[in-house]
């Protein structure tokens, strides 16, 4: 799964950051019941979709 970069979501419209935004919050359930399952093995994995989240959070508040 790829970072995402600012520069990158600075280029998007606010519908499409939305969708992502409920993209990576359904990831990061999905990777909390396969750590709890103990099926994940890459567990740095959770702390980079919680950036992710945090990074289109802040770039929603400036999109208009």
Known sequence: MANLKMKDIALKGAEEIQ??????R????LFRFGLSGSKVRNVKEGKAIKKDIARLLTTKGNVK
């Open 19 to 24: 969708k992502m935004l409920n993209e990576k």
């Open 26 to 29: 359904e990831a990061l359930r």
